[in-house]
């Protein structure tokens, strides 16, 4: 994996009980909040689109583990495209 190739091998070991100092070198599950399906988003990314409905959203970080989703990078295209989902409820 990916991630693997990120973290070198002693700072695993050095960690090993402290899983989120690893988490902070990891991808992020966040909610989409147009399709409400999960994606992952690295640490400290601004903006991250979902893989589901392709809509870009600007990313909020209160550190590197917690992210939310603030806005859509483009409310008008955020509008346009919400017409053509159904919100599955
Ligand atoms: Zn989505």
């Known amino acids: ?3 693997e ?15 989120g100092t690893i ?10 909040k147009a399709c ?4 992952s988003v690295w ?5 991250a689109q979902c893989p589901q409905c392709h ?3 600007k990313i909020k970080w209160l550190d590197s583990r ?3 989703i603030i806005a859509p ?9 919400s017409r053509r989902i159904i919100p599955d409820e």
């Open 66 to 68: 917690s992210g939310m």
């Open 1 to 3: 994996m990916l991630l």
């Open 23 to 32: 988490m902070t070198q990891k991808e992020i599950q966040i909610r989409c």
């Open 5 to 19: 190739f990120l973290i070198p091998a002693d700072s695993i070991f050095a960690n090993k009980e402290g899983v």
């Open 36 to 39: 409400s399906s999960r994606f």
């Open 55 to 57: 809509q870009d959203w």
């Open 43 to 47: 640490p400290m990314e601004p903006i």
């Open 73 to 81: 990078v483009s409310w008008r295209e955020y509008q346009s495209k």
